[in-house]
């Protein structure tokens, strides 16, 4: 299923009847993938790492454990980000923003904007290329007192911090 299919799906989506979720934006797959591929470099440098070493001491072929570990990070990179692409999603009202996550465990965090303390927009380096970044709400309270949004276009990132803020402000008021 390709993005734009996805955030279709996804804006179909109704579970609690106050209207679909807001997909985060496509290139966060892009940055899943490479994310991806990092830490699958890394495992396969390491399984070949010890097919040199150790693994020459066992009846095992040459680099066949490399190559088990490159074709299980080739099947992740291909099935993985996508899933948690799909996983995530958000939903923002007048006083509350509302955060969805995950396939097999769901979250639901739901954070009314009057708990809010402050707002960071975040964007790391695999981000940056893509132009996403990190919407953080910090709240009052100690478990769970940040909650992170990521994949959103920096710009909207930070339309979001400003509209936040400024429901809060008035609400100060």
């Not at 990190?134 to 949004?149: E, F, K, N, P, R």
């Amino acid at each position: 299923m390709q993005p734009d299919e996805m955030q279709d799906e996804m804006r179909r989506e109704s579970q609690d009847g106050r209207g679909a979720m807001t997909p985060l934006d496509p290139a966060q797959v892009s940055v899943l993938r490479l994310r991806t591929a990092l830490a699958a470099a890394g495992a396969t440098l390491a399984a070949l790492l010890l097919d040199i070493g150790l693994l020459r001491e066992t009846v095992l072929p040459p680099f066949a454990v490399p190559a088990l570990v490159l074709l299980l990070a080739l099947a992740a990179l291909i099935v993985f980000p996508v899933r948690r692409y799909r996983g995530w999603g958000y939903r923002e009202s007048e006083d509350e923003i509302q955060v969805r996550r995950g396939r097999w465990i769901r979250v639901r965090t739901i954070v009314p904007f009057g708990r809010v303390q402050h707002i960071d927009v975040a964007q790391g380096p695999i981000q940056r290329p893509f132009g996403l970044a990190t919407l953080t709400l910090h709240t009052a309270g100690t478990h769970g007192a940040s909650v992170q949004l990521p994949g959103l276009a920096y710009g909207d990132a930070e339309a979001m911090r400003d509209r936040i803020r400024a429901k809060i402000r008035q609400d100060l008021v």
